[in-house]
């Protein structure tokens, strides 16, 4: 240890909501967090920093140059060598804290993965992007009774709503489907980095209160802010709604992962393909790609340039392709540089 806990966390034991018992509660504390682009990153940053004992970092994605303007675990040289979100979050974390233990997961979140990423932990934080992995997370969470906390930001307007398994409303109760039409995305509408931080830091918040058993103190509500316009609403959240699918009739149609595709879009122009566990040795693929474009590698992924498209491949054969929104384009890449 290199400094030591009691000073380290001596402003947050001050505080009497804390004390020296919770620190001793987050310290001893297990948490996922899916997803660690913004909200993520902030969501961690925040969680690691106050002392949670254990976080698994679970991310599909890689760092960018447009991430670092709101991702705040991030910098240049993560962006530069293209590293997965979840490594260069646990090793921005490891630097700051080194007393807990992080666990990083390059992966994107499956039905068929879920248990094993999200199991064994007493929370979970959603710092997703989209509501098909949030309405996976509210299955697996509402069937396992594990609480978690459903955090989004975009434009100028976050929004945040803990779901307590058994107690309060779940997100199907609320969003019985996912909206439809023209969904605003960070890629569509732009994003504010103070509305990330400020909806990260009520979120963090209520899982500080969760994990040290201040449970009178938990909101239940749906919670929005919008930075720009300070307009705010809260909707009651207090109540299952009796004819849930997901929490009243456990009817958990996403984490049977039905009509799931396993091409899909992840925004910005790109597309993700993980239709099968295909691990790639990247020394080989990079002299196989060599004659048909740019390709670099390191020990985490692989990227090839070759216009308009880049493809990066991840070790367990997972890609996303950039430069298209057409799954058949991707597709038929995919199967002529890496296999079908
Ligand atoms: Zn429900």
Redesign the pocket.
């Known amino acids: 240890m290199t400094i030591k806990a009691h000073e380290r966390y001596s402003r947050q034991v001050l505080f009497p909501g804390i004390g020296a018992h919770g620190q001793e509660h987050l310290s001893s504390s297990r948490v996922a967090i899916v997803g660690c682009g913004a909200t993520g990153s902030a969501l961690s940053s925040l969680l690691a920093r106050a002392g949670v004992g254990f976080l698994r970092i679970i991310d599909r994605d890689y760092v960018e140059p447009s991430n670092l303007q709101r991702q705040v675990l991030f910098d240049e040289t993560d962006a530069a060598e293209s590293l997965p979100k979840a490594v260069a979050a646990a090793r921005k974390i490891r630097s700051f804290n080194s007393d807990i233990t992080v666990e990083e997961r390059v992966a994107d979140l499956t039905p068929e993965n879920c248990a094993e990423l999200l199991g064994n932990v007493q929370l979970i934080m959603d710092g997703t992007d989209n509501f098909e992995t949030r309405y996976l997370i509210n299955d697996f969470a509402?069937s396992q009774s594990i609480p978690w906390i459903y955090t989004a930001a975009v434009g100028s307007y976050g929004v945040a709503m803990n779901i307590l398994p058994g107690e309060t409303?779940?997100l199907?109760?609320v969003f019985p489907d996912s909206p439809t039409g023209i969904v605003e995305t960070c890629d569509t509408s732009g994003i504010l980095n103070s509305a990330v931080n400020l909806v990260a830091s009520i979120s963090a918040t209520e899982a500080l209160k969760l994990l040290v058993g201040a449970k009178d103190k938990l909101r239940r509500t749906l919670l929005s802010y919008d930075v720009w316009t300070n307009d705010h609403a809260e909707v009651s959240a207090r109540r299952?709604?009796p004819d849930?699918r997901?929490?009243?009739e456990h009817n958990f149609v996403h984490l049977a992962g039905d009509g799931r595709p396993h091409i899909t879009l992840c925004g910005r122009n790109s597309v993700q393909i993980h239709e099968r566990h295909r691990p790639v040795n990247f020394a080989e693929l990079t002299s196989k790609l060599s004659p048909h474009g740019t390709v670099r590698h390191n020990d985490f992924v692989l990227k090839f340039f070759r216009e308009p498209y880049e493809m990066t491949l991840f070790p367990d054969g997972r890609a996303i392709i950039k430069g298209t929104t057409d799954t058949a384009i991707a597709r038929s890449l995919y199967a002529r540089f890496v296999g079908s």
Request: aromatic share 0%; glycine share 0%.
């Open positions: 509402v409303a779940c199907a109760c299952p709604r849930c997901c929490c009243a």
